[in-house]
T-cell receptor, first 115, second 113 residues
Framework: EAQVTQNPRYLITVTGKKLTVTCSQN?????MSWYRQDPGLGLRQIYY?????VTDKGDVPEGYKVSRKEKRNFPLILESPSPNQTSLYFC????????WGYGYTFGSGTRLTVV | KNQVEQSPQSLIILEGKNCTLQ??????????LRWYKQDTGRGPVSLTI?????NTKSNGRYTATLDADTKQSSLHITASQLSDSASYIC????????????FGKGTRLSVIA
């Protein structure tokens, strides 16, 4: 089944403790992206990647890091999480950043709470 | 600034009734517009995609319209079901290249029996 898999689904952590949220897709998509979703603000892009070893900042990159060492994986790294990073996170992928005629496939989400 | 505005913010309707959700955008250049359905706590799922030349597109009980001149789109849901309760998000693609998608904040639809 074609899908984007995020792990974990739920995570509670303490301020300053490094964490990684994994994202993997099995559709051979070039384009992958991370979003956070907060009440009243909608989905906001954190980082995106056009292909292996190509990453760039989205609208809200502060406090996050990403890497794209292989096509299928795009982990989101929080080096020193803070409470304002408590949010619902989504990974998404598509064949092309142009998104022309192709759909974004979203993961099921990771609900992160930083205390 | 590229923006997508959706209305209403929330809507409650009785099962079996129809409803229409609105999306206005100021994204330029325009590539395509997509409606997503997002169940609570789940990832968004694409319903329809509209390109510049398309005015109407249907997907079952969902019908999307696009007026590229006025930069407006609507999503009409016919004979609503309880399972239609979700957030509906309008997303506009701002042309080619690295430009990220522009997301609306969504309309929260509740269908009640």
């Amino acid at each position: 089944e074609a899908q984007v898999t995020q792990n974990p689904r739920y995570l509670i952590t303490v301020t300053g403790k490094k964490l990684t949220v994994t994202c993997s897709q099995n559709m051979n998509h070039e384009y992958m992206s991370w979003y956070r979703q907060d009440p009243g603000l909608g989905l906001r892009q954190i980082y995106y990647s056009m292909n292996v070893e190509v990453t760039d900042k989205g609208d809200v990159p502060e406090g996050y890091k990403v890497s794209r060492k292989e096509k299928r994986n795009f982990p989101l790294i929080l080096e020193s999480p803070s409470p304002n990073q408590t949010s619902l996170y989504f990974c998404a992928s598509s064949f092309s950043g142009l998104e022309w005629g192709y759909g974004y496939t979203f993961g099921s989400g990771t609900r992160l709470t930083v205390v | 600034k590229n923006q997508v505005e959706q209305s209403p913010q929330s809507l409650i309707i009785l099962e079996g009734k129809n409803c229409t959700l609105q999306c206005n955008y100021t994204v330029s250049p325009f590539s395509n517009l997509r409606w997503y359905k997002q169940d609570t706590g789940r990832g968004p799922v694409s319903l329809t995609i509209m390109t510049f030349s398309e005015n109407t597109k249907s997907n079952g009980r969902y019908t999307a319209t696009l007026d590229a001149d006025t930069k407006q789109s609507s999503l009409h849901i016919t004979a609503s079901q309880l399972s239609d309760s979700a957030s509906y998000i309008c997303v506009v693609s701002a042309g080619s290249g690295n430009t990220p998608l522009v997301f609306g904040k969504g309309t929260r639809l509740s269908v009640i029996a």
